[in-house]
C-alpha cells in the first residue's frame, strides 16, 4: 500500500476517518467505496467467506470434502513425488466420492525422520503452476533436526484467510495498534509494518525481536502501549512478572494472542488478573501453518478443517478418543509443492467433545508438548508433568527458570534470581514440581546469569535428556 501523506487533522474521530484512504482497490475505474477488492485480497476475501459458511457444517460433512480432496491429492502425490509412489496404494485409483476413513488410515504415518532421509523425493516434481510461486522453507527443527519443505502460494492463501477468520471470530478491531514480539534477524530489533490484517486498512503494526531482554521488550510494550499483543506464552509470562515488579501495565490492551508453545490455564489466569485482558491462542506448525485456532467462546481451539486433516493416534496408530492424549498426526489439504499426508508433527494433543458454541470444525482441547517434554518416571512410564506452577514461581524473586531431567532421578533446576533462594524457598520448589511429577525426584539448583532459548526462539520450562 502507498504512503499516505500525513495530513493534519483536527483530531476528531469524523475528521480521521474521511482523511482515511480507501482499503483497498483505491482506483477501480473511479470507485472508492465500499471497495472493490482485486488480486491476492479478492481471493482471499472470497476464501474467507466460504470459511465463514464451511465452519457450520456438520463434522461428517466437513470429513467427506477433506477426504475427497486427499484423493484429488493422493493420485498427484502418486504421480510427481517419488516418496509417494508405493506409498499411497490404499486411497489412488478410486473413483470420485469413494475414498473412506478407514482406506485413509491405512496410508503409513509420515515420520520427521522419513523426510530427512527422502529428501527431494517427498516434493512434487510437477506443482500445478496455477498455485503460483513456490517457496522453500526449512523449519528449524528445535531438537536439531531440520527439515525441508517447500509450499505455494495457495497454501498461503489459504493459512491467510483462515487467519483472517481467526481475527472476525474474536471481534478484533483492525483500527488498533498491534505488536508482535518474534524471531527477527539478529541485528533488527523493531520491525515496522504496514498492515496487520491482508486488505484491511490497520493501526499501526509492530515487531520486536523476542531476543531482546525481558526488561526491554516491557518497557517497550509499555512505550508503544498497543492494542493487542501477539507473543509466546513464555514470554507473556515474563512481561507480567515484569509488570508486577515495577506496578505497571499496558494501558490500551484489549487481547494478548499467543502462538507456538503450550498455554497453561494459569498463564491465562494469570493474565487477566495482571492486566484485566484475555489471551486467544493459536497452534501452527512450521510445515503446515496454523492448524487450529481458538473458539471465539470457548477456551479452546477449533481445528481448521478447510486446509487440514488432523488426527490423534495412539502408540499403536490407532484414533484416540475425546480426551485421550496421543500424537498429533496432520495432513494438508493443498500443498501441492510437498505433499505432507499424515506427516507426524511430533506433538501430543487431545481433541475434545463437539463444541457448544455449534461449529464443526472438531475441537483439540489441548496440545501438551513434544515427547521431550515428557518426564519419565524410575519405572519407565512417561507422563506430562502439569507444569501450570507460574503461582508458585512469581511469589519467588525468580527472574527465569527451567527444568532439565537429568537421570531417572534427578532434576537440575536452572534459575536467573534476584537474590539467592532460601533453603526452605528451594524446598517450596521441589516439593512443588514434585507434585506435578508424580515422584519425588532428587533436585539440583543451579543459578545462571541467562537461560538461552532454542535457536527457534522456543523456551521449554521443562525437557527429557533421559532417552528411550
Ligand atoms: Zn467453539
Known amino acids: 500500500m502507498a504512503k499516505s501523506k500525513k495530513r493534519k487533522t483536527t483530531g476528531t474521530r469524523a475528521a480521521r476517518n474521511r482523511a482515511r484512504p480507501a482499503p483497498v482497490s483505491p482506483s477501480l475505474g473511479g470507485t472508492w467505496w465500499p471497495p472493490f477488492p482485486s ?3 479478492a481471493q482471499t476475501q472470497a476464501m474467507v467467506f466460504q470459511l465463514q459458511q464451511t465452519q457450520w457444517w456438520p463434522e461428517e460433512r466437513l470429513l ?3 477426504l475427497e480432496q486427499i484423493r484429488l491429492l493422493g493420485e498427484f502425490a502418486r504421480r510427481t513425488a517419488p516418496f509417494y509412489a508405493g506409498r499411497l496404494d490404499t486411497i489412488t485409483g478410486l473413483a470420485p466420492g469413494s475414498l473412506t476413513l478407514d482406506a485413509f488410515r491405512r496410508v503409513p504415518v509420515l515420520k520427521r525422520a522419513d523426510i530427512q532421509d527422502v529428501g527431494e523425493g517427498l516434493f512434487s516434481r510437477a506443482p500445478p503452476p496455477e498455485h503460483g510461486g513456490i517457496h522453500r522453507m526449512r523449519t528449524s527443527g528445535s531438537t536439531g533436526e531440520p527439515v525441508h519443505v517447500r509450499t505455494t502460494d495457495v497454501a498461503g492463501m489459504m493459512n491467510t484467510a483462515v487467519s483472517l477468520r481467526y481475527h472476525l471470530w474474536h471481534r478484533r478491531d483492525f483500527t488498533g495498534k498491534n505488536i508482535i514480539i518474534k524471531g527477527l534477524k539478529s541485528n533488527i530489533d523493531v520491525q515496522k509494518g504496514e498492515s496487520w490484517v491482508l486488505g484491511y486498512p490497520t493501526g499501526p503494526s509492530m515487531a520486536f525481536n523476542q531476543t531482546l531482554p525481558p526488561n526491554d521488550l516491557f518497557d517497550m510494550v509499555i512505550r508503544e502501549d498497543p492494542h493487542y499483543l501477539q507473543c509466546r506464552p513464555y514470554a507473556l509470562g515474563e512481561l507480567i512478572r515484569r509488570s508486577r515488579e515495577l506496578g505497571v501495565k499496558p494501558g490500551r490492551l484489549r487481547e494478548v494472542r499467543t502462538v507456538s508453545e503450550v498455554l497453561g490455564d494459569e498463564l491465562r489466569r494469570q493474565c487477566r488478573h495482571a ?8 497452534y501452527s506448525s512450521e510445515e503446515f501453518g496454523i492448524l487450529a485456532v481458538q473458539c471465539p467462546d470457548h477456551p479452546w481451539n477449533h481445528v481448521q478443517s478447510e486446509k487440514v486433516l488432523l488426527e490423534v493416534l495412539d502408540d499403536e496408530g490407532r484414533p484416540c478418543p475425546p480426551g485421550k492424549l496421543g500424537r498429533v498426526v496432520v495432513t494438508a489439504l493443498h500443498n501441492f509443492a510437498t505433499p505432507l499426508i499424515r506427516y507426524d508433527l511430533g506433538d501430543y494433543g487431545e481433541l475434545g467433545p463437539a463444541c ?6 472438531p475441537v483439540l482441547r489441548r496440545i501438551a508438548g513434544r515427547e521431550r517434554n515428557l518426564v519419565v518416571l524410575p519405572t519407565g512410564e512417561k507422563i506430562f508433568p502439569v507444569l501450570d ?3 508458585v514461581i512469581f511469589n519467588l524473586p525468580i527472574r527465569q527458570y527451567q527444568m532439565i531431567q537429568k537421570t531417572l532421578e534427578m532434576i537440575e533446576m536452572k534459575l536467573v534470581v534476584e537474590r539467592p533462594l532460601k533453603a526452605a524457598e528451594e524446598r517450596q520448589l521441589r516439593e512443588y514440581y514434585c507434585r506435578s511429577f508424580g515422584h519425588p525426584f532428587r533436585f539440583q539448583f543451579v543459578y545462571v546469569d541467562e537461560i538461552a532459548r532454542a535457536a527457534s526462539g522456543k ?6 535428556e533421559v532417552g528411550g
Request: aromatic residues 10%.
Open 64 to 66: 467427506a470434502r477433506q
Open 275 to 282: 492486566w484485566g485482558v484475555p489471551v486467544s491462542d493459536n
Open 356 to 361: 457448544p458454541c455449534g461449529r464443526g470444525l
Open 389 to 391: 506452577s507460574d503461582s
Open 39 to 41: 488480486g491476492r485480497v
Open 459 to 464: 523456551y521449554e520450562v521443562f525437557r527429557s
